[in-house]
């Protein structure tokens, strides 16, 4: 099994950066594709980048396009969420996950870490 396990989060000031990260254990390749996904209380939650490990094409939601960047670290099991220029909306609990197939839909994603707040101030 995989086990998921997201830091980084913080408060950020609107226009600042953060960087996420999430670190996977258990048999972390078992699972092909990681993705980055967020939700804000009375929402569901929303997709916002996914990569495969060691891949190089990653695909992001139209409303981080630009301004994030997903990567993995093969070596260290990891997968982080470069958060730059980050505005108001971008606020929210931050999940890692994994699925065995490339998607953006949380339904897809069966293994899903706490979460981590990004907390935005204006």
């Known amino acids: 099994q995989v086990q998921l396990v997201e830091s980084g989060g913080g408060l950020v000031q609107a226009g600042g950066s953060l960087r996420l990260a999430c670190v996977a254990s258990?048999?972390?390749?078992?699972?092909?594709?990681m993705g980055w996904f967020r939700q804000t209380p009375g929402k569901e939650r929303e997709f916002v980048a996914r990569?495969?490990?060691?891949?190089?094409?990653?695909n992001y939601a139209d409303s981080v396009r630009g301004r994030f960047t997903i990567s993995t670290d093969i070596t260290k099991n990891t997968v982080s969420l470069q958060m730059n220029s980050v505005k108001p909306e971008d606020a929210a609990l931050y999940y890692c996950a994994a699925a065995r197939g490339s998607s953006s839909r949380a339904y897809d994603y069966d293994i899903w870490g706490q979460g981590t707040q990004v907390t935005v101030s204006s």
């Open positions: 258990g048999r972390p390749f078992s699972r092909s594709f």
């Open positions: 990569l495969s490990w060691g891949g190089s094409v990653a």
